[in-house]
């Protein structure tokens, strides 16, 4: 079956929504002083120059993977095995084993930077997307293990990929592309599912709703939109002329496990909740510097049963992550780095309290988010991290930097410890 409809077939059955009902709804939050460090300021004191002697840097890694030749833009971890994807500027992927750094396969083909990578949700396959408008699939050979790979096929569409999306349960593959244009393909076979168009600008994220039924797509160009795959027509869009939506720049965006709530940040620093089921904003969070960029959004299950509004955390480039209360809309946390946060994960159960920042300050932090406490911070980078993914259960974070190289992190207490 090569319609969209696959993608619904792929759901879960409906769940009871779990939203923010209006009344419930604060003024937004302001920032209670706790004011970001000039930008000038930083770049006095010499912070920012700290790591960049080998000699100042404290190197707490498990593993160093130094085959790129270029900023790593792009890593994603194994769902299941020891390995983990990277693309970089090099134009080339590569994955490669966690535990030793041993190459298992280069990932050719791309004319321009790979600027994502990921493998599908059983880990039966991965996509590179790139620059050069190229998304390119490699399958597992055999049953035995997971070192032997080939090249599936080449996917041609956008103009230039800015992320990939697999469905949290299948074969299907979403990107977000410059040129205003998100693609959906079925896997293996390559063929085009649906191509959303509405945006005017680059969609710059985009993700599966977590039941696999709803897509939903920002902009830069200040839109968020609504799909049903099945559809070229979005169910509902929210643009910059709503007052209450204006974000300037969509940058960031989170979907919560209930797939009933959207957190989306934008350039302007502003954060807004939108109900899905609703189709409109339902909450504005303002912890973070304005005119500082989100640029990134996780949501928290501290509870473990994903059923209530829960926490969501919002990193951007004032260097805070801040950590919300969705049921009251107040900052309960905000945690601290000395640059722009650039990426935020959180831990799987049992341990959802857990989430690990990263950063252009060139570490990586874990953090509890019950407490706002730091658990470990991960340092050995020489440059910003651009990206970073869990591995092995949560036991692990991956990081690629703007040094080249990618490491590999426990994400609590030191195996020594």
Not at 294 to 300: D, I, K, L, N, R
Request: charged share 20%; with cysteine; proline share 4%.
């Amino acid at each position: 079956m090569n319609t969209a409809q696959e993608i619904v077939e792929y759901g879960s059955d409906e769940e009871g929504d779990a939203f923010i009902d209006s009344g419930d709804v604060l003024a937004e939050v302001p920032d209670d002083g706790d004011h970001p460090m000039d930008e000038d300021d930083e770049a006095e004191d010499g912070v920012g120059d700290l790591p960049s002697g080998n000699s100042d840097v404290k190197d707490n890694s498990l593993q160093h993977f130094t085959t790129h030749n270029g900023s790593v833009f792009a890593i994603s971890c194994h769902p299941t095995e020891p390995l983990a994807v990277s693309g970089g500027e090099d134009d080339l992927g590569y994955i490669w084993d966690i535990t030793d750094g041993e190459v298992i396969v280069k990932l050719t083909g791309h004319t321009d930077s790979v600027c994502s990578a990921s493998f599908s949700s059983d880990g039966q396959m991965v996509a590179t997307g790139g620059m050069d408008g190229k998304v390119r699939i490699w399958r597992r050979v055999g049953t035995a293990d997971f070192r032997n790979w080939e090249f599936l096929t080449e996917l041609q569409g956008p103009d230039e990929v800015i992320w990939l999306r697999w469905h949290p349960r299948g074969t299907i593959l979403l990107a977000g592309s410059n040129d205003s244009t998100v693609w959906l393909w079925q896997l293996p076979s390559g063929n085009t599912m649906q191509v959303f168009a509405g945006h005017s600008g680059p969609v710059q994220c985009g993700e599966f709703t977590p039941d696999g039924k709803r897509i939903v797509t920002a902009s830069e160009d200040g839109t968020l939109m609504y799909w049903d795959p099945r559809s070229p027509t979005p169910l509902f869009k929210l643009s910059p002329q709503d007052a209450r939506f204006d974000l300037e720049n969509i940058t960031s965006l989170a979907i919560n496990a209930s797939s009933t709530l959207a957190v989306v940040g934008g350039t302007s620093g502003s954060v807004r909740v939108v109900s899905l089921s609703k189709g409109e904003v339902v909450g504005a969070l303002g912890g973070h510097a304005e005119g500082e960029s989100v640029e990134a959004v996780q949501f928290v299950d501290l509870t473990g049963t994903g059923s209530s509004p829960g926490v969501v955390v919002t990193g951007g480039t004032d260097g805070k992550a801040c950590v919300w209360d969705l049921t009251t809309m107040r900052l309960r946390a905000t945690l601290e780095h000395q640059d722009a946060v650039t990426s935020l994960l959180t831990h799987p159960a049992p341990k959802s309290h857990l989430i690990v920042s990263a950063s252009a300050d060139n570490t990586l932090r874990t953090w509890d988010a019950r407490t706002g406490a730091l658990v470990k911070e991960h340092t050995g980078h020489h440059g910003p991290i651009l990206s970073a993914s869990l591995g092995l259960q949560g036991s692990v974070v991956v990081s690629g930097g703007d040094d080249s190289a990618c490491l590999v992190f426990t994400t609590e207490v030191d195996e020594s410890g």
